[in-house]
């Protein structure tokens, strides 16, 4: 059963929304001196449970990682709900530190490892996953598939504080000995003392350092993430005050809000995509036993993008990431002009146990992370049967052999991909097949 203000009794399982670099790790220490480390799951991340079903993961007590709100939506419905907000460019400034020393390579920290800080900026400008209102944009429920911020930001504004005020604790960063004692006075966890500081990472000095053009486009970009910070503290401190007050009703909410009712933004009617997925397939190669698997999309751009990027990805019947890359992760060549029919294959060598795979593919342009032009979950599947089936169902790989991409003309419809495929793809010592 969800908590509810008119039971008496601390909830008895958690779900932690951690945004990066707000003192997330900490709060962990914390939740681990109250709850066995088998209650606790691994640190998930969107990608590895986005379409994964909830119930995988309802044994654990406390269901914790970087997801969105969306996803949570899927778990939260009877969890005590967390999470912490830190000053927006602060938190900024923090993460471009992190990433220009984390062993990870990703895009995101070459850039980072690549440009200064103000460069860094004004590469990411457009992103709303890292400099574009990112709280705003990830409390207001954008899904995936969102090309552009709508022309109404009252409205996304709105959704985002919505959303925030659900959750049943908000955190700051900067007040955060207050925020953990306001947290195991509700539950009625054990406050450690002293009280961990975890995973720090040196950027404070950092602030003063920042040009005034670089700041003043900062607080810009920043606008509706400043407001939903700074009623994030309002609901912080007015919960706060109800704590040490009465018992009577939820404190810190202007009106009632169901906790955990977490609403997605709606997608315009209009989107504006600049580019689109026309079709996706997976087709294996010929011969029986062949393992190789041509995983293809057909799509066209209305505009050029600056470093258009395709991704694809592979998933089981259990939603669990099997494999995916992209043109941009691999350097690869996407091909394309405005306005005409274009396609590109990736050729995969598969190692999978019997069953049924799923492909998602995406596009969208690098430095506008957290934006995609096109996004469709599961636009095709593809079935493992023996003799293609890998020799032990532990056995789960995927290798990209090759990448082919061209553009269609004056009627081709793609007779030279499909020619240089059906090459590429012939299993060694196999005949040509005959026209």
Request: charged share 20%.
């Given at each position: 059963m969800a908590w509810s203000v008119d039971c008496d009794m601390p909830p008895s399982h958690y779900i932690f929304n951690h945004i990066p670099k707000t003192a997330g790790i900490t709060?962990?220490?914390?939740?681990?001196s109250n709850l066995a480390a088998a209650e606790i799951s691994p640190h998930l991340t969107e990608h590895e449970i986005r379409l994964t079903p909830a119930a995988?993961?309802?044994?654990?007590?406390?269901?914790?990682?970087?997801?969105?709100?969306?996803?949570?939506?899927?778990?939260?419905?009877?969890?005590?709900s967390m999470t912490l907000l830190r000053d927006p460019i602060r938190r900024?400034?923090?993460?471009?530190t992190y990433w220009r020393l984390a062993a990870e390579h990703n895009p995101v920290t070459a850039k980072a490892k690549e440009l200064s800080f103000a460069d860094f900026v004004r590469y990411f400008i457009d992103s709303p996953a890292i400099i574009q209102n990112p709280y705003?944009?990830?409390?207001?429920?954008?899904?995936?598939?969102?090309?552009?911020?709508?022309?109404?930001?009252?409205?996304?504004?709105?959704?985002?504080?919505?959303?925030?005020?659900?959750f049943d604790f908000i955190g700051i960063c900067e007040e955060f000995e207050r925020s953990?004692?306001?947290?195991?006075?509700?539950?009625?966890?054990?406050?450690?003392?002293?009280?961990?500081?975890?995973?720090?990472?040196?950027?404070?000095?950092?602030?003063?350092?920042?040009d005034p053009q670089t700041m003043e486009m900062l607080r810009d970009c920043n606008r509706l993430d400043l407001e939903l910070y700074a009623y994030g503290v309002k609901l912080f401190h007015a919960r706060e005050a109800g704590s040490l007050g009465s018992a009577g009703a939820r404190p810190g909410r202007a009106k009632p809000v169901e906790a955990n009712r977490l609403v997605p933004f709606p997608i315009p009617y209009v989107p504006g995509r600049r580019a689109i997925i026309?079709?996706?397939?997976?087709?294996?190669?010929?011969?029986?036993?062949?393992?190789?698997?041509?995983l293809a999309v057909g799509f066209r751009a209305n505009e050029r993008i600056?470093?258009?990027?395709?991704?694809?990805?592979?998933?089981?019947?259990?939603?669990?990431?099997?494999?995916?890359?992209?043109?941009s992760h691999e350097n690869l060549e996407l091909n394309y002009e405005i306005d005409c029919d274009?396609?590109?294959?990736?050729?995969?060598?598969?190692?999978?146990?019997?069953?049924?795979?799923?492909?998602?593919?995406?596009?969208?342009?690098?430095?506008?992370?957290?934006?995609?032009?096109?996004?469709?979950?599961?636009?095709?599947?593809?079935?493992?049967?023996?003799?293609?089936?890998?020799?032990?169902?532990?056995?789960?790989g995927m290798m990209r052999q090759d990448f082919r991409s061209t553009v269609e003309r004056d009627g081709q419809r793609g007779e030279e991909f499909a020619d240089a495929r059906e090459d590429d793809l012939r299993p060694a010592g196999s005949p040509a097949i005959p026209a």
């Open positions: 709060l962990l220490t914390i939740c681990r995988q993961f309802e044994h654990y007590t406390l269901v914790a990682g970087h997801f969105s709100i969306l996803t949570q939506a899927g778990f939260c419905r009877s969890r005590y900024i400034v923090s993460a471009h705003t944009y990830h409390f207001a429920g954008i899904g995936r598939d969102f090309p552009r911020y709508p022309a109404d930001a009252s409205s996304l504004l709105a959704a985002a504080k919505d959303n925030l005020s659900a953990a004692r306001l947290l195991c006075g509700e539950l009625g966890w054990r406050l450690p003392t002293p009280i961990p500081h975890e995973n720090r990472t040196p950027s404070d000095g950092k602030l003063g350092g920042i026309r079709d996706v397939s997976a087709r294996w190669a010929p011969g029986e036993g062949s393992r190789m698997l041509e600056d470093g258009l990027d395709l991704g694809v990805q592979v998933n089981d019947m259990a939603g669990k990431v099997v494999w995916g890359t992209s043109t274009c396609r590109a294959g990736f050729f995969v060598q598969c190692e999978l146990p019997c069953g049924i795979y799923f492909v998602t593919a995406a596009l969208c342009e690098p430095r506008r992370l957290g934006f995609h032009d096109h996004w469709i979950d599961r636009a095709a599947a593809f079935e493992v049967t023996p003799p293609r089936a890998a020799a032990s169902p532990y056995v789960r």
